[in-house]
């Protein structure tokens, strides 16, 4: 059975690398790896980081068009690469344009639809834009979801999706989290420091958020005289131009450029504490012991906020202040967040996955099929 994964970001490569060897472990299973170029150097640097080589690169999107003009690139190209595939299956992950196009693509062929983590949702299409709607469209195309959590799957049974469609799986991304950061040793830290790690990268916290972030920063390095800033700066020029323009030169704060994999986990596996808009991040950190305190008004992840590894503070300069200078000045108190369990998986996701597949799949003759079964 021909399986096409699509996979054109930094965060998708992460997430269906453990499932793409789950698959590739199966003797009646042909994973078809279809990189889309979404996101250029990072996507690449991914795939190296994890051992990928795709079966198929589309050209990459032409970054001077809108949204919607990329998302239509990529759904093109895609369709073009189903129509000499013929996979038996298409699976897309998360929420991005990639996403979206590949669900698309795939449904417009009459090609089921696998949506590895589905079901998050803000309940606001413009927090996160665009990705709460890629949700929400996959969420109405896709024949078989893979929820990460009890909470996603409840959303999905409220949208209709029906329950024998729907599978709790916990997130990939807590896989390669633990398999890479098993072979990654901490980032050192400077002598008498404590780190605190940043990343800032939603659409939403373009306009409004980042200086208000910025501000925040600097306070609470005036603050505290014992803590490091280590602000991951995000590719997009015109954001790394703003935050060098504010924090560059600036005393314990280290500005760097995106990260790979292994050394993001380092970083990680250092922070004392980490502020990010990231999902993925939100994921990430509580694997290494890592609260975070997330630099949105609202999260698809609030399972993190309620077990109690991540607190959503907004981008307000003053609640970021209180809120940091809360935790890194009461030990005690930073502690309950670093011993509380993530609730996003075991880091056996992609074993599931795989073996659900194989009772989806396996018995099935053709695409119709497939679609009655699942």
Not at 340 to 367: K, M, N
Request: contains cysteine; hydrophobic residues 45%.
């Amino acid at each position: 059975m021909r399986i096409a994964l699509v996979a054109g970001t930094r965060p998708e490569v992460i997430k269906l690398a453990p499932l793409h060897a789950a698959l590739a472990a199966h003797r009646r299973f042909q994973p078809v790896w279809i990189s889309t170029e979404q996101q250029g150097e990072l996507n690449a640097r991914a795939l190296e980081d994890l051992g990928i080589r795709p079966d198929v690169r589309l050209a990459p999107p032409s970054p001077e068009r809108s949204v919607g003009g990329r998302f239509a690139q990529i759904m093109d190209r895609l369709d073009e690469a189903f129509a000499r595939i013929e996979p038996d299956l298409v699976l897309v992950q998360g929420d991005t344009s990639s996403t979206g196009a590949g669900a698309m693509a795939g449904f417009a062929r009459r090609i089921p639809v696998g949506h590895v983590e589905a079901g998050l949702r803000t309940f606001d299409l413009d927090r996160p834009f665009p990705e709460e709607a890629w949700r929400c469209v996959v969420g109405q195309l896709a024949m078989v979801h893979f929820a990460p959590t009890q909470a996603a799957a409840r959303n999905l049974a409220r949208a209709g999706v029906p329950a024998d469609r729907i599978h709790i799986t916990g997130n990939t991304g807590i896989d390669s989290a633990r398999i890479a950061g098993d072979g990654v040793t901490p980032e050192p830290l400077a002598p008498g420091l404590r780190r605190i790690l940043v990343t800032l990268h939603r659409r939403e916290n373009w306009e409004t958020g980042l200086e208000g972030v910025l501000r925040a920063l600097v306070a609470v390095r005036d603050a505290l005289d014992d803590i490091e800033i280590v602000f991951v700066a995000h590719a997009n020029p015109m954001l790394r131009t703003r935050v060098d323009a504010y924090l560059a030169g600036q005393p314990r704060i280290r500005i760097t450029d995106p990260l790979d994999y292994p050394a993001f986990l380092a970083q990680l596996k250092s922070a004392s504490l980490v502020l990010s808009d990231s999902g993925g991040v939100q994921e990430e950190a509580p694997v290494f012991g890592a609260p975070v305190l997330v630099l949105r008004e609202s999260t698809e992840r609030m399972e993190a906020v309620e077990a109690g590894v991540a607190r959503l503070v907004g981008v307000d300069p003053d609640a970021i202040v209180r809120e940091t200078l809360a935790l890194m000045s009461n030990e005690p108190l930073r502690m309950e967040m670093v011993r509380a369990v993530s609730p996003f998986g075991d880091g056996h996701a992609a074993t599931r996955i795989a073996d659900i597949l194989e009772t989806v799949l396996l018995p099935a003759r053709d695409a119709a099929t497939i679609r009655a079964a699942v």
